[in-house]
């Protein structure tokens, strides 16, 4: 009863003397039209009990007291009564009594407590996210492939690096012998980061040093690149390991098929107090280790062994800083592929006739790295510090007698290269507005460049002579590259960002040369799902030290031998200076959600444009420079994503030109200097159309997925004046979790088809610049998979 008097006092005013009236309709309709009156609940008994609307209801009362005639004497005046109703308010949701028994309570129920491990997680989580701050890519075009992503692709993890990247735009496919890929048409001008930290060049030819298995997310990024990253700068593929390893956990696979393949790997992953570790490995051996000279389904000569291993751990330090090292190592052997029924050519030690699908050529590669890493997040300031080290091996070995019948030199070549530097990298925050970041590097290379050359010598008349004998040039050198930049990124609206920063790099090497360079970019986002870039830097990028060696033309050209270059010019390899400019829009597309379409173009004019070659049969590059280059091209890239369906797709136009050969002119015959020095020619590896595609589909446990390349074709020719015909390759893989072991714990199986339509193509056909033998894209393959979670 008390709650019903409550709420009668609540819908009515009372006189003084306790009688209750209400209003007439009139007045309440005035009141109604004059104001609105949300919520108000009073009662007079010696005073008002007023809610949040009180001030407006005493002037309501003030306004109808007014309105009301004085009392005549001292007559009593009858107080009018206004009733008002309070609105309905929203009853809150019943909830079901609980029964509660002696000695329990009723409490929300707290939220679970971290493990040591999830705690690790988070405060590393807060460290990667810095890292990325400090290297942040402003104003640069970036694509990024996630573990999923790649997982998504067929033959999943088991993918090789090159060919995963060959899914990103603008990355083109090439031989192994040539570098594999090309980034925008260039040259082994792409700079490979792991966690931020840039890995030194090597020496390797064939082996890759990174396993897919090893990466949590990758971002190829292009364009005009701030001023953080110098050398290489075609494009630099940032690694970030996996993230999600840490959980002590980890899987073994095999995986195998066509071409005598078999791969087993591991990979395993913890917290231990305040550190994290990962460690992974893998075997790897099959019948086609480099690209097949002929159309055959299966190569002759041509098997291949290959074993890599990875180590990361990362220890918290305190709530704003950490140490991380991170180390890798591969070690590769490979068989050089026979090309049968080629002619012989010489006659060495009485040997006249070879049979060229019998020669033994090999090839040995070792490179191994270590990064140790000091992070520190402070309040506005985050710094990383690096030291890291890397060697590098690579011994080809000839038939002597075999190349000699062929080639008239069989050359045993051994390279070397150790290299120790430190780096430095800093964000910090000044205000909202700006973003200074600063940093050096400094590494110190000791290379060493071994050619022993078995050759015949040239009598009076030109003719080589069975009298075979060895040339022996070496070259070492103790060289370094300096590098220091210093940039502001400035937020000028929340729209509108400008990031503007100097580089100088110096390089003492064979050749000395530095070099001032200035980067500028904007970056305009009018929406939310809309993205523009444009920007310019200018680029210093020096040679790979070992392939910048040079030759001691005289060694090799006396006595008159089947070595001897018919031109003597030997130039020192030079650092390439170029301008380039790039612009492009990403946005998201609101009518159909999940798509996301992005357009970019570039140009690049260049001074001493930096290329180089296989000049012989020893599967080594050598560098040269042409004296101006202009590279250019259109990128169109596509993602769409809708629950478990992912579709991509990317297109690129582009060209690269270059004239007038400048260092390493021996390699040359004169007909093509001449050509070259008055004409502006493609490179070889040049393609002038390029695009990739693929979808994913997870159904019911079941992955399906596809992907596809396709190639206009790369030079050929004398002079690369010709090209190869177009090509399309189109792989399939079916994936598919069981739950035998445990349900957190799933085996996953998988069959994966590589060149689905077995579609025979070649890469190169043996003719063009620096350009020695014939390869051919990989013939239809079965592979299988099983893959175990511990």
């Known amino acids: 009863m008390r709650g019903r008097s409550a709420r009668n006092e609540s819908k009515s005013v009372r006189h003084l003397d306790g009688k209750r009236f209400l209003p007439n309709s009139s007045m309440l309709t005035k009141f109604g039209r004059a104001f609105r009156i949300r919520t108000m609940a009073f009662s007079v008994k010696g005073a008002f009990l007023l809610s949040s609307s009180a001030p407006l209801l005493l002037g309501l009362c003030g306004t109808a007291l007014a309105q009301t005639s004085a009392p005549a004497g001292n007559a009593t005046t009858a107080l009018p009564g206004i009733e008002v109703v309070a609105p309905r308010r929203a009853q809150p949701p019943r909830r079901p009594r609980t029964r509660v028994t002696d000695g329990q309570r009723r409490e929300t129920p707290a939220a679970l407590p971290q493990t040591e491990a999830q705690v690790i997680a988070g405060k590393n989580d807060k460290f ?14 970036s694509y990024q492939l996630n573990q999923q992503a790649i997982d998504a692709l067929p033959q999943g993890a088991n993918t090789a690096l090159d060919k995963v990247l060959l899914q990103t735009p603008g990355v083109s496919q090439d031989s192994a012998a040539s570098g594999e890929l090309h980034v925008r048409n260039e040259h082994a001008n792409v700079q490979y980061r792991i966690n931020g930290i840039q890995l030194p ?30 050398l290489r700068t075609a494009g630099v593929l940032d690694i970030q390991t996996k993230a999600d390893a840490f959980d002590n956990s980890g899987s073994v696979s095999l995986y195998g098929g066509s071409h005598g393949t078999i791969t087993p790997s591991f990979e395993y992953g913890g917290t231990v107090g305040q550190t994290q570790y990962f460690a992974s490995g893998r075997y790897l051996q099959n019948n086609l280790g480099i690209e097949n000279p002929t159309p055959a389904n299966e190569a002759i000569h041509d098997r291949t062994s290959q074993e890599k291993g990875f180590l990361y751990l990362s220890t918290v330090l305190d709530p704003t800083s950490r140490l991380t090292f991170i180390s890798g190592v591969s070690n590769s052997s490979f068989q050089i592929p026979n090309n049968p029924g080629q002619p012989s050519n010489f006659t060495a030690f009485g040997v006249s006739s070879f049979n060229s699908a019998l020669l033994n050529e090999r090839q040995n590669e070792f490179n191994q790295f270590n990064v140790l890493s000091y992070q520190k997040s402070a309040e506005g300031l985050d710094y990383q510090l690096s030291y890291f080290n890397r060697y590098s091996q690579l011994h080809f070995i000839p038939d002597t007698v075999g190349d000699l019948v062929f080639n008239g030199v069989a050359s045993d070549v051994y390279r070397q290269s150790v290299i120790n530097g430190i780096q430095e990298d800093t964000a910090y925050r000044i205000g909202y507005a700006h973003t200074l970041r600063f940093g050096f590097s400094v590494s110190a290379e000791r290379s060493l460049v071994n050619n022993a050359s078995v050759v015949l010598p040239l009598d009076a008349m030109g003719n080589p002579a069975d009298a075979p004998f060895q040339i022996f040039d070496s070259s070492a050198k103790t060289g370094w590259l300096i590098g220091t930049y210093l ?5 000028i609206t929340s729209q509108l960002t400008l990031n503007a920063g100097l580089r100088f790099d110096q390089m003492v090497q064979y050749v000395d040369a530095n070099q001032l360079s200035p980067r500028i970019s904007l970056t305009w986002k009018p929406y939310d799902d809309t993205t523009f870039h444009a920007g310019y830097a200018r680029n210093f990028t020096p040679p790979q030290q070992v392939i910048a060696a040079p030759t001691n033309i005289a060694l090799v050209s006396n006595p008159p031998n089947t070595q001897t270059p018919a031109v003597t010019t030997n130039d020192p390899v030079l650092p390439e200076r170029s301008n380039v400019f790039d612009v492009g829009v990403v946005q998201r597309i609101h009518a159909i959600p999940g798509l996301e379409v992005g357009i970019d173009g570039y140009y690049k004019a260049a001074r001493d444009l930096l290329d180089d070659g296989q000049f012989g049969q020893a599967y080594v590059m050598t560098g040269f420079n042409y004296d101006r280059g202009v590279n250019e091209g259109v990128e169109l890239k596509a993602t769409y994503t809708d629950g478990n369906l992912r579709l991509y797709g990317n297109l690129a136009w582009a060209t690269q030109i270059g004239t007038n050969i400048v260092s390493n002119q021996f390699l040359f015959s004169p007909a093509e200097l001449a050509y070259i020095a008055n004409h502006f020619i493609f490179t070889d590896h040049a393609q002038q159309l390029t695009a990739s595609a693929g979808a994913s589909y997870l159904w019911d446990g079941t992955r399906f997925s596809a992907s596809l390349i396709y190639g206009s074709g790369l030079r050929s020719g004398f002079a690369n004046t010709d090209r190869l015909p177009s090509y399309t390759q189109v792989n399939l893989g079916i994936s598919h979790d069981f739950n035998i072991v445990a349900p957190n714990k799933p085996t996953t199986l998988r069959f994966d088809i590589v060149n689905l339509f077995d579609s025979i193509y070649e890469i190169r056909d043996g003719s063009g610049i620096g350009v020695f033998a014939p390869q051919f894209g990989p013939r239809r393959g079965f592979f299988v998979g099983i893959t175990q979670k511990l």
């Open 128 to 141: 990667d996210e810095a890292r990325r701050d400090i290297l942040a890519p402003v104003g640069a075009g």
């Open 201 to 230: 060049d090597g020496v390797g030819a064939f082996g890759q040093i990174l396993d897919t298995g090893i990466i949590g997310s990758l971002d190829l990024i292009t364009g005009a690149l701030p001023a953080q990253y110098g």
């Open 487 to 491: 940039q502001d990124e400035w937020k």
